[in-house]
């Protein structure tokens, strides 16, 4: 695991501990990488809506019904084929 320095004023240093001490982290290491994973599940959660704005914004909309999803599967294994006999051997 990589070690990570920061310096804080203490003022943040006395906000870390409270926090540590009224949410029950066991050390400073633990608290901040909480805060990492938490930003990091944000970023995700920022980049799967941007996406899914992008898609929706992308065109017409296709209604998805059992022989979409059929047409789908059909296109996605034609396409799974190809690029496997493209691989050399």
Do not use: H
Not at 10 to 22: G, R, T
Not at 27 to 44: D, G, H
Request: charged share 30%; no cysteine; hydrophobic share 40%.
């Amino acid at each position: 695991m990589a070690t990570v320095t920061i310096s804080l004023p203490d003022s943040l240093k006395a906000f870390v501990e409270s926090q540590m001490a009224s949410k029950g982290y066991g050390n400073v290491s633990e608290y901040f990488r909480s805060l990492v994973r938490e930003a990091q599940v944000r970023e995700n959660e920022a980049r799967l809506e941007a996406l899914l704005l992008e898609g929706l914004a992308s065109g017409e909309a296709v209604e998805a019904t059992p022989e979409f999803w059929s047409d789908l599967k059909k296109e996605a294994a034609q396409l799974l084929s190809a690029q496997r006999e493209k691989k050399p051997r």
